[in-house]
């Protein structure tokens, strides 16, 4: 079965470290979505891509960037973790056409101390 | 811009009782609609979506939900509530064209025996 993984799914880092995140996607999908999850602020959506190459800022994408270099993977970097950054992390995917929904993984729980 | 607001952040309920979880939306015009289920730890389920089509979507576990243009409603309901329904639940607009999903804040369920 087609499916959409995380990894790590704990990660406990220090301040000022560069750290990744890693999302794998199964269903080929060309978009491709990172989310950050906070008390009372519901996902947050930091970067997305619509395809290889092809990278886009969310509405806060401050601090993390991410490449695209095959359909598969869409891999989250935080260039310097900072505490404010300790949240839950998701990635998603969609189709390019037709049906709009998108399909969540697991999730990745960072601590930034 | 579009955007979506759940109306209540917590809602308690006993076994066997009906549910009903509010959700206003704003949007120049007509959306794509969803709402997702968030279990203890896990990712994001699709429960339902609107797109245009049947004003009234049936979704996964007896979950349904009205879409109703005059009130800027999509609001989640359910005849008869489980246990297993603990959970926090998302409405979700897709921004047109370019796929992105904007979440409300969600909805606690609590079901009590």
């Known amino acids: 079965d087609a499916e959409i993984t995380q990894s790590p799914r704990h990660k406990i880092t220090e301040t000022g470290r560069q750290v990744t995140l890693a999302c794998h996607q199964t269903?080929?999908?060309?978009?491709m979505f990172w989310y950050r999850q906070d008390l009372g602020h519901g996902l947050r959506l930091i970067h997305y891509?619509?395809?290889?190459?092809?990278?886009n800022k969310g509405e806060v994408s401050d601090g993390y960037s991410v490449s695209r270099s095959n359909t598969e993977d869409l891999p989250l970097t935080l260039e310097s973790a900072a505490s404010s950054q300790t949240s839950v992390y998701f990635c998603?995917?969609?189709?390019?056409?037709?049906?709009?929904?998108?399909?969540f993984g697991p999730g990745t729980r960072l601590t930034v101390t | 811009a579009q955007s979506v607001t759940q109306l209540d952040s917590h809602v308690s309920v006993s076994e066997g009782t009906p549910v009903l979880l509010r959700c206003n939306y704003s949007s120049s015009y007509s959306p794509s609609l969803f709402w997702y289920v968030q279990h203890p730890n896990k990712g994001l389920q699709l429960l339902l979506k609107y797109t245009s089509a049947a004003t009234l979507v049936k979704g996964i576990n007896g979950f349904e939900a009205e879409f109703k243009k005059s009130e800027t409603s999509f609001h989640l309901t359910k005849p008869s509530a489980h246990m297993s329904d603990a959970a926090e639940y998302f409405c979700v607009v897709i921004l047109g064209g370019f796929q992105k999903l904007v979440f409300g804040t969600g909805t606690r369920l609590l079901v009590s025996p």
């Open positions: 998603a995917s969609s189709e390019a056409t037709g049906s709009p929904e998108q399909y």
């Open positions: 269903w080929n999908h060309n978009n």
């Open positions: 891509s619509y395809g290889v190459h092809d990278t």
